[in-house]
């Protein structure tokens, strides 16, 4: 039910914005993340947005990464600015009807994925 988009091939220092399209999931009462698994490695926590409107973010993209949604298009956003190579993975966007933790298991539904690579 989740539809991530907006990934692509950017150099390293641009910018790119994700969005995800989340129908059914009301965002004043979900727990929203972004996941990043890179070839190789461990799915990643990025950053979530809580029903309360807060946001966290890992400390590799803060000050660069922002989320955001828009509840009335049923859509979570990541805006990325000055990319680096290291942040090149496949991004995933994850709800939670319930409270979630960082741990990607607290997440019910997922989306398959959008391919961000920066060189």
């Known amino acids: 039910q989740l539809v991530e988009s907006g990934g692509g091939s950017v150099q390293a220092g641009g910018s790119l914005t994700l969005s995800c399209t989340a129908p059914?999931?009301?965002?004043?009462?979900?727990?929203m993340s972004w996941y990043r698994q890179a070839a190789g490695k461990r799915r990643e926590w990025v950053s979530n947005l809580k029903p309360d409107g807060s946001t966290n973010y890992t400390d590799s993209v803060k000050g660069r990464f922002a989320i955001s949604q828009d509840n009335s298009k049923n859509s979570l956003y990541l805006r990325m600015n000055s990319l680096k190579p290291e942040d090149t993975a496949m991004y995933y966007c994850?709800?939670?009807?319930?409270?979630?933790?960082?741990?990607?298991?607290?997440?019910?539904?997922w989306g398959q994925g959008t391919q961000v690579t920066v060189s």
């Open positions: 059914g999931f009301d965002f004043k009462t979900c727990d």
């Open positions: 994850a709800a939670s009807r319930g409270v979630a933790s960082f741990s990607a298991m607290t997440y019910a539904y």
